[in-house]
Nanobody
Framework: EVQLVESGGGSVQAGGSLRLSCAGSGFTFDDWAIGWFRQAPGKEREGVLCISDVDGITYWADSVKGRFTISRDVAKKRVYLQMNSLKPEDTAVYYC??????????????????WGQGTQVTVSS
């Protein structure tokens, strides 16, 4: 059974930083793409960043380019989302998601079949 567990959310002032962590189990970490998504109240879930070691591709949402980075530790089966220069509009529940890399073509949530429970990120002005 695929399991994903996010941690690291919290509250921060605008301009601050947070690092989210996603721990994965139940799948071959090297062969899967891991993505971070977020959903603000009243809005649709949107892709933020996705990383795949299989084809060396990383997908970024334009809204986070230059501020957010994604990295993975295969040995620990963890993926990290480093968020810098946070803005109030980054406030959302952040989800980690996973799928076999060959099924992922970008940041579309429909490409990902396994999801974590989410972690809240709140950025105050």
């Amino acid at each position: 059974e695929v399991q994903l567990v996010e941690s690291g959310g919290g509250s921060v002032q605008a301009g601050g930083s947070l690092r989210l962590s996603c721990a994965g189990s139940g799948f071959t970490f090297d062969d899967w793409a891991i993505g971070w998504f977020r959903q603000a109240p009243g809005k649709e879930r949107e892709g933020v960043l996705c990383i795949s070691d299989v084809d060396g591709i990383t997908y970024w949402a334009d809204s986070v380019k230059g501020r957010f980075t994604i990295s993975r530790d295969v040995a620990k089966k963890r993926v990290y989302l480093q968020m810098n220069s946070l803005k109030p509009e980054d406030t959302a529940v952040y989800y980690c998601a996973a799928a076999p890399a060959l099924l992922v073509r970008g940041l579309g949530p429909q490409d990902f079949g396994s999801w974590g429970q989410g972690t809240q990120v709140t950025v105050s002005s």
